[in-house]
């Protein structure tokens, strides 16, 4: 391999920012399509491929979704606007074909984690094909707001929900890097540690993210991360996500 | 961006075969550190960074996971294998430094989501970093055949599941591309479709399969894909996950 492409792709990988403001410069549909044979090469477990990607085009259809994430305008305003579910309803369907019924297997929490993790990951390649051809992309967990209206609007059968959507155009902004939290928090060699013994590391990340927010809003916003945390987590959001999954087709045996 | 750049980058990500033979070689330790700085870079639903990795170094703790994987013995010799966790456990740490006690969040559906997504976008940002740098990756669904013997061998407390494990290594085998479903029937515009307006492109994306079979092993196999899901289905397995999930922390609520 090549170092030097090796170290560029590192760059890009790292230098992942969330980009909210977009030029009204459209994509290309050869980008498009290479964005998501990108997605369709990620791995997937045993080869199921239980995800599907729904690209809105439909002016309304966007209006609609930037309200039920919670009036993000740049849902409605993005170049493109990619859908992102975990679907065993096409195995259901081609196994049906076959005349066998799967649903025992398609009804277990295992295959919920396996279609999740399907979308994940078909996404996560999607987005690193699209900063590779300069454009900005930024997650949207906020679908999962009104699941069921999203659901019903895309028209989705059971087995398939959507997990989060991704905007994508030319960036129009140039945020700073995000803080992450130290690798020694996040990466352990062969055992989960007892979390005191990086207390001291968690406690400067706090510090540093305190120090980001203060230089970014000019001492407006001087918040830690455990008191983000703290604020992001006091109440649950999305409750309804259990029953609306149980009520598309995901019991959970 | 530079085209050209982004020309080898789609088809670094276009590709990826997994790789299940690898050579003696040891990966340096700063590759090891900018793969795990590049999984650190995805996307995290608001900022929660709710994954742990474990890089798994002592023998005898591959040894076992290689046994609880059903036996894949790649995950013994490989040069490196990661396991990533949804971790829920280090938010209940910082957010319980801070006074607070925010279980009652923790405990739904959309943390377990939140936390199973966080942990996917890493690692494919991992694969991606990886591969880049001459290495070759495979997913490791295996290790939730004993999702319970892995969390306790790595000692995971409760809130913190392992989602797969990966191998890494430098590939000692040249394996072809897999053929994935054709774009028309992964992608699609504004809504999801009848499939019975695919059921043609699934077809022939049968015989596609069938074909690659056939190549591969002198036609001692040929399957479609469609009998692959019958056969990979047909069975429910890991039906212990709910249960486990429920024991170690996850209660979908």
Same mark, same amino acid.
């Given at each position: 391999?090549?170092?030097?492409?090796?170290?560029?792709?590192?760059?890009?990988?790292?230098?992942?920012?969330? %980009? &909210?403001?977009?030029? +009204? /410069?459209?994509?290309?549909?050869?980008?498009?399509?290479?964005?998501?044979?990108?997605?369709?090469?990620?791995?997937?477990?045993?080869?199921?491929?239980?995800?599907?990607?729904?690209?809105?085009?439909?002016?309304?259809?966007?209006?609609?979704?930037?309200?039920?994430?919670?009036?993000?305008?740049?849902v409605e305003s993005c170049a493109h606007f990619l859908v992102f579910c975990a679907d065993l309803n096409r195995l259901d369907y081609v196994t049906r074909r076959q005349g066998v019924d799967v649903t025992e297997t398609l009804d277990t929490t295992e295959k919920f984690i396996v279609a999740t993790v399907d979308a994940a990951l078909a996404a996560q390649n999607a987005a690193i094909a699209a900063e590779?051809?300069?454009?900005?992309?930024?997650?949207?967990?906020? %679908? &999962?707001?009104?699941? +069921? /209206?999203?659901?019903t609007l895309l028209e989705l059968p059971a087995k398939v929900y959507p997990v989060f959507g991704m905007c994508l155009g030319?960036?129009?902004?140039?945020?700073?890097?995000?803080?992450?939290l130290p690798m020694s928090c996040v990466y352990f060699e062969n055992h989960y540690p007892d979390l005191e013994t990086i207390a001291d590391d968690l406690e400067q990340y706090d510090q540093r993210v305190r120090n980001y927010?203060?230089?970014?809003?000019?001492?407006?916003?001087?918040?830690?991360w455990s008191e983000m945390m703290v604020k992001t987590l006091a109440i649950p959001?999305?409750?309804?996500?259990?029953?609306?999954?149980?009520?598309?087709?995901?019991?959970?045996?």
């Open positions: 391999m090549d170092p030097q492409f090796a170290e560029q792709v590192l760059r890009l990988l790292q230098n992942h920012r969330s %980009i &909210r403001k977009f030029t +009204e /410069q459209k994509i290309p549909e050869e980008t498009i399509n290479q964005i998501i044979l990108s997605a369709q090469m990620a791995s997937t477990s045993s080869h199921v491929q239980a995800y599907t990607i729904i690209g809105v085009t439909d002016p309304e259809l966007r209006r609609k979704l930037a309200e039920y994430s919670g009036k993000q305008s740049y590779a051809n300069g454009l900005g992309i930024v997650y949207i967990g906020g %679908i &999962r707001n009104n699941s +069921e /209206q999203v659901a030319y960036p129009a902004q140039d945020p700073d890097l995000k803080p992450r927010y203060i230089q970014r809003t000019k001492g407006k916003r001087q918040e830690t959001i999305r409750t309804h996500m259990k029953s609306f999954l149980e009520k598309w087709g995901f019991p959970f045996k």
